[in-house]
C-alpha cells in the first residue's frame, strides 16, 4: 500500500511538472489518501501485534 501511494506521488509529480494540472491533482490526492490509511493500518497492527 506505501508502494502505490509512492506511485501516485510520482505520478502526480510527472502530471504537474508535463502541465496536466487535473490528473496530477487527482494522483495527488489518492496518494494522501493511500499514505493516510498506510499510517493508520501500521499502527494497529503495531499496537495489535504487542499484546501477543
Given at each position: ?14 502530471a504537474g ?36
Amino acid at each position: 500500500m506505501l508502494g502505490n501511494a509512492v506511485l501516485f506521488f510520482i505520478i502526480a509529480i510527472v502530471a504537474g511538472a508535463v502541465g496536466f494540472s487535473g490528473i496530477a491533482g487527482a494522483a495527488s490526492s489518492i496518494a494522501q489518501i493511500l499514505f493516510v490509511l498506510f499510517v493508520i493500518l501500521f499502527l494497529v497492527s503495531f499496537f495489535t501485534g504487542r499484546r501477543r
